[in-house]
């Protein structure tokens, strides 16, 4: 009965428009206090004790690169090496748009930062190309989702602090899965170009495309730097965080020049802003999952799923039907930080690998960045388009469809998932 009304009162307060953070905090401390022999004392140190693990640093770090790199040039120079290489394509702009996010995801980690990112370039351009705007809102909400699942992804780190899992083996995983799902992106939308009859801009010379390249090269070599020091054993997740916060200021300041202090206030709002959301939401689920813990649900769950013989089959299927309901109106720290805790039980009975069922759980909160009313990703895009939210849902469903697909495949086929995070010692 008391976990019913704590989720009932979640649900009133979040109606009520009460920040979700605040709505998951004010619901449990409320339930904890009234039904519970817990003080309010032991929640404060519960809320604390749920920062204090090192591998939460390495959010801020990558935070903060991604806003660095949106706001001093190196995504733009990004842009416009692969615009002069693929640009001149059928539909080259939409092939640019997902290149550009598969690349910026491997810094930022973040999705919504992919999609301002990428978006606030390339839906002008489209638009301006003569592509449908629903359709550009569409393809840079859904290929911004990559930002989470092409490592380095926050989404990962918290997955491996809550499951204590390597946080560099959930980081591989995601390569193949990212690329399978970049790819099938790429498919859909030169597919679309094509019935679209969307053509591609003047083919660039070689000269320009060299000079292109070389003008991006400082950007390129970001994700290589990141990633490289963390599966080379020379730094770890949070190290290589700060690292690339570094080498992006030194690209930014000596080598593009384009930092100004103007520049350099608004990025430390926007990093702070992104961040500080996160670490408010982070204390506020583990107090929910205090509660759920004392009164033992996870286990309970998994005593029920045992008992009434539930195949690997049906979990599967409720639990991606769970998470694409909860997308509609949670967003993706929330949905992990309130499900996983429960889930881990369930998923060690039944044999699945924790690493695959992290890569499908990052694909599945990929596909709540972009489903209403509460897509963050789809708000991002209608900000820098200034079109209603109804005009990027409908540009956004073909690519639902096919990520929905990508998803199926990636529990079908859980090697794809598996076979980098199992050449790891």
Same mark, same amino acid.
Not at 248 to 252: K, W, Y
Not at 274 to 279: D, E, L
């Given at each position: @009965?008391?976990?019913?009304?704590?989720?009932?009162?979640?649900?009133?307060?979040?109606? /009520?428009?009460?920040?979700?953070?605040?709505?998951?905090?004010?619901?449990?401390?409320?339930?904890?206090?009234?039904?519970?022999?817990?003080?309010?004392?032991?929640?404060?140190?519960?809320?604390?004790?749920?920062?204090?693990?090192?591998?939460?640093?390495?959010?801020?770090?990558?935070?903060?690169a991604?806003?660095?790199?949106?706001?001093? !040039?190196?995504?733009? %120079?990004l842009?416009?090496?692969? +615009?002069?290489?693929?640009?001149?394509?059928?539909?080259?702009?939409?092939?640019?748009?997902?290149?550009?996010?598969?690349?910026?995801?491997?810094?930022?980690?973040?999705?919504?930062?992919?999609?301002?990112?990428?978006?606030?370039?390339?839906? $002008?351009?489209?638009?301006?190309?003569?592509?449908?705007? +629903? %359709?550009?809102?569409?393809?840079?909400?859904?290929? !911004?989702?990559?930002?989470? /699942? #092409? $490592?380095?992804?926050?989404?990962?780190?918290? #997955?491996?602090?809550?499951?204590?899992?390597?946080?560099?083996?959930?980081?591989?995983?995601g390569?193949?899965?990212?690329?399978?799902?970049?790819?099938?992106?790429?498919?859909?939308?030169?597919?679309?170009?094509?019935?679209?009859?969307?053509?591609?801009?003047?083919?660039?010379?070689?000269?320009?495309?060299?000079?292109?390249?070389?003008?991006?090269?400082?950007?390129?070599?970001?994700?290589?730097?990141?990633?490289?020091?963390?599966?080379?054993?020379?730094c770890?997740?949070?190290?290589?965080? #700060?690292?690339?916060?570094?080498y992006?200021?030194?690209?930014?300041v000596?080598v593009?020049?384009?930092?100004?202090w103007?520049?350099?206030?608004?990025?430390?709002?926007?990093?702070?802003?992104?961040?500080?959301?996160?670490?408010l939401?982070?204390?506020?689920?583990?107090?929910f999952?205090? %509660?759920?813990?004392?009164?033992?649900?996870?286990?309970?769950?998994a005593?029920?799923?045992?008992?009434?013989?539930?195949?690997?089959?049906?979990?599967?299927?409720?639990?991606?039907?769970?998470?694409?309901?909860?997308?509609?109106?949670?967003?993706?720290?929330?949905?992990?930080?309130?499900?996983?805790?429960?889930?881990?039980?369930?998923?060690?009975?039944? !044999?699945?690998?924790?690493?695959?069922?992290?890569?499908? @759980?990052?694909?599945? @909160?990929? /596909?709540?960045? #972009?489903?209403?009313?509460?897509?963050?990703?789809?708000?991002?895009?209608?900000?820098?388009?200034?079109?209603?939210?109804?005009?990027?849902? +409908?540009?956004?469903?073909?690519?639902?469809?096919?990520?929905?697909?990508?998803?199926?495949?990636?529990?079908?086929?859980?090697?794809?998932?598996?076979?980098?995070?199992?050449?790891m010692?």
């Open positions: @009965m008391e976990t019913v009304l704590l989720f009932s009162l979640f649900v009133v307060l979040f109606l /009520l428009h009460v920040p979700i953070a605040l709505s998951l905090a004010i619901s449990s401390v409320v339930i904890l206090a009234t039904t519970t022999d817990f003080n309010l004392y032991m929640v404060a140190q519960k809320m604390f004790s749920a920062l204090e693990s090192p591998p939460l640093m390495a959010i801020p770090g990558f935070v903060l991604g806003t660095i790199m949106s706001h001093g !040039g190196i995504t733009k %120079y842009i416009a090496a692969i +615009r002069a290489w693929v640009g001149h394509l059928r539909g080259g702009l939409s092939i640019v748009t997902i290149l550009s996010c598969m690349i910026f995801a491997a810094i930022s980690g973040s999705s919504p930062a992919t999609a301002a990112a990428i978006g606030s370039i390339l839906i $002008p351009a489209m638009t301006q190309a003569g592509y449908e705007k +629903r %359709y550009a809102m569409g393809l840079v909400a859904a290929s !911004g989702t990559l930002g989470i /699942l #092409i $490592p380095p992804s926050i989404t990962f780190v918290l #997955i491996g602090v809550t499951a204590n899992e390597s946080i560099g083996k959930l980081f591989m995983a390569v193949l899965p990212g690329i399978l799902l970049g790819g099938v992106l790429l498919v859909t939308a030169i597919v679309y170009a094509r019935l679209k009859n969307y053509g591609g801009e003047p083919r660039s010379d070689w000269k320009t495309r060299w000079e292109c390249t070389y003008k991006a090269l400082p950007g390129l070599l970001l994700p290589v730097i990141i990633l490289g020091s963390i599966y080379g054993g020379i770890t997740p949070t190290e290589a965080a #700060i690292v690339s916060v570094f992006a200021l030194l690209v930014t000596f593009y020049r384009e930092m100004t103007a520049k350099f206030r608004t990025i430390l709002r926007e990093a702070i802003g992104i961040t500080s959301m996160i670490f939401i982070i204390p506020a689920a583990m107090t999952a205090l %509660y759920l813990a004392s009164e033992q649900v996870p286990a309970r769950v005593q029920w799923i045992a008992g009434s013989d539930l195949g690997v089959g049906l979990f599967w299927l409720a639990v991606q039907t769970m998470f694409f309901v909860l997308g509609t109106f949670l967003e993706a720290v929330s949905i992990v930080l309130i499900t996983l805790p429960v889930l881990i039980p369930v998923i060690k009975h039944l !044999g699945i690998d924790m690493i695959h069922f992290a890569v499908t @759980m990052v694909v599945s @909160m990929e /596909l709540a960045m #972009i489903t209403p009313p509460v897509g963050l990703n789809l708000f991002v895009v209608c900000g820098i388009a200034r079109e209603r939210l109804e005009e990027a849902v +409908r540009g956004v469903l073909p690519f639902i469809g096919v990520m929905i697909l990508t998803l199926i495949i990636l529990i079908l086929f859980p090697k794809i998932s598996l076979y980098l995070p199992s050449l010692r």
